[in-house]
Nanobody, 121 residues
Framework: QVQLVESGGGLVQPGGSLRLACAAE????????MAWYRQAPGKQRELVAT???????THADSVKGRFTISRDNAKNTVYLQMNSLKPEDTAVYYC???????????????WGQGTQVTVSS
């Protein structure tokens, strides 16, 4: 079994910062891509940022220059540093990872439970 455990959400004022973390736990042989998504009330889930094992990253245009995704492969953990937060960043943030379990060659997608980020004065 594989679980993604998220932490770091909360309430912050506009212009503030938060750092999200997501640790993959369980019988893990390999992790390829890891990513952060978000879903605001009444909206579809959207991709925020991705990070490959090799260190390549992508960021949505709406967060470029403000958010930074990073990975610690030794800890099977992905982070999202969020700076200059805006009220429109308010959403539930979900971690996603493509994981091959121990003894298996194929990869499956796993999701974290979600963590609420609220940007408000």
């Amino acid at each position: 079994q594989v679980q993604l455990v998220e932490s770091g959400g909360g309430l912050v004022q506009p212009g503030g910062s938060l750092r999200l973390a997501c640790a993959a736990e369980g019988s893990i042989r390999s992790i390829s891509a890891m990513a952060w998504y978000r879903q605001a009330p009444g909206k579809q889930r959207e991709l925020v940022a991705t990070a490959t094992t090799g260190g390549s990253t992508t960021h949505a245009d709406s967060v470029k220059g403000r958010f930074t995704i990073s990975r610690d492969n030794a800890k099977n953990t992905v982070y999202l540093q969020m700076n200059s937060l805006k009220p429109e960043d308010t959403a539930v943030y979900y971690c996603n990872a493509r994981v091959a379990q121990t003894g298996r060659t194929f990869y499956n997608d796993y999701w974290g439970q979600g963590t609420q980020v609220t940007v408000s004065s």
